[in-house]
């Protein structure tokens, strides 16, 4: 994880269209270590969330499922007891 400063130097470098090694030269950094802050930037970096339609059919019982049919192919099937907030934390 990036302190607030190291990230607002990586920001600045790629907004100011400069090569790394010349942003570093103006603002006195060390090459090496700013491109770990590249790095460190890039891996840290939240992809945006996706969303995808869901129908809800209604249980005829509670021994019922639900199937997550996922864009790969993978289906996932829970019970319907299943705790939403554990659910919720498995999809993200």
Known sequence: ?????KQDHVEAWQRSGLTK???CRAQGLNAKTFSRWCQLAQA?????A??????????????????LKLASGDVLELPVSIS????R???Q
């Open 44 to 48: 840290s970096a939240v992809p945006p």
């Open 84 to 87: 939403a907030s554990w659910l």
């Open 50 to 67: 996706k969303l995808f339609p869901v129908e809800i059919e209604p249980a005829a019982n509670l021994s019922a499922s639900i199937i």
């Open 21 to 23: 090694s010349a942003y």
């Open 1 to 5: 994880m990036l302190s607030k400063a």
């Open 89 to 91: 934390e498995l999809l």
